[in-house]
């Protein structure tokens, strides 16, 4: 039998305590595009994901796997100003970033959420409050036709093996590389927003996003998602041109009393028209928007932001 094109990218891993490494950011991106296009075997999936797992991802082979998956974007997916990722869904707090990138829609940014569907009892992801809230969710054909601000575009629209692999985690019992890549994903030249749950990849993301020259702001959000939670300071990394900035929103307080008690739509749609007052809500949905608002126009500047978003929240349209 003829040795397979993927087994010498396996054996990187797989050597043993002291001689595994971890890939190049070239050797990622040509595993990654062979696995994109079926040219591997379920046993080499399960041994990449897992050594990788075991061993940990590196800067290089985020951006390399990155690099692969970014050339599956649909048509019209260029001609954003801002993609979104939404991977880890939410389980306490309504999706306060939703009504962020509504806001930025406002301020005449064109944003696209990209994300899973739901996979973990318990939480409700952005196709879901798309739904609730009347947002359109798009399939790839529809993409290049919208004329909106603001979509979702699921993840298997990209390719669907992306959602199959994010399904892995309830085979393998632990969560895979993958779920790290998809975060970092954008098409040529658009900025990107991504949450985190751990504040050891932050660094790790902002890296790979500097080593492919892309715009990108990194935090450890609420929940996981890109969702700034006003009662703990907020460090973000912000990638511009390459160069990696950091950008601290101090909480004003350590506890809002109006905090919302569950995922509930609702709260989100009441906040919006004014029905509701949260000032958790509210400063959640103004520095998320900030955060984003800074990656788009390239500057640090997140005083500036702030107050360019409050402005714009406002003097929202209530509908």
Request: hydrophobic share 40%; net charge negative; charged share 25%.
């Amino acid at each position: 039998m003829s040795k397979h094109a993927l087994a010498d990218y396996v054996r990187i891993l797989a050597r043993g305590k002291n001689a595994s490494r971890n890939m190049t950011r070239e050797e990622a991106r040509f595993t990654m595009s062979e696995m994109l296009a079926g040219r591997y075997r379920p046993e080499q999936l399960g041994a990449i994901f897992m050594l990788l797992r075991v061993l940990e991802e590196s800067a290089d082979e985020i951006a390399g796997f990155s690099e692969a998956i970014n050339e599956y974007w649909p048509e019209g997916s260029e001609k954003f100003d801002l993609v979104w990722s939404s991977y880890a869904g939410k389980r306490r707090q309504p999706m306060w970033w939703v009504l962020s990138a509504r806001l930025l829609t406002e301020m005449g940014y064109r944003i696209l959420v990209h994300g899973t569907l739901a996979h973990t009892e318990g939480r409700k992801y952005a196709h879901e409050v798309f739904s609730d809230l009347g947002l359109p969710a798009l399939t790839r054909d529809e993409l290049p036709l919208f004329t909106g601000k603001l979509a979702y575009l699921p993840v298997s629209e990209i390719n669907p093996i992306l959602q199959e692999w994010l399904g892995l985690k309830s085979v393998l019992g632990v969560r895979s590389p993958i779920n790290t890549v998809l975060k970092t994903i954008a098409p040529n030249d658009t900025p990107s927003v991504q949450g985190i749950f751990h504040p050891t990849y932050r660094q790790m993301h902002a890296d790979a996003a500097a080593m492919c020259n892309e715009s990108a702001a990194v935090i450890k959000g609420e929940g996981g998602e890109f969702e700034v939670n006003p009662e703990r300071t907020c460090v973000a990394s912000v990638v511009i041109s390459g160069g990696i900035h950091e950008i601290r929103i101090a909480n004003d307080q350590s506890h809002y009393a109006d905090k919302a008690d569950s995922v509930d739509s609702e709260w989100l749609k009441d906040l919006w028209s004014s029905k509701l007052e949260s000032e958790y809500g509210e400063a959640a949905v103004i520095r998320t928007a900030a955060l984003a608002w800074c990656v788009i126009n390239e500057t640090s500047d997140i005083e500036l932001a702030i107050e360019k978003c409050r402005h714009a929240w406002h003097n929202r349209a209530q509908q």
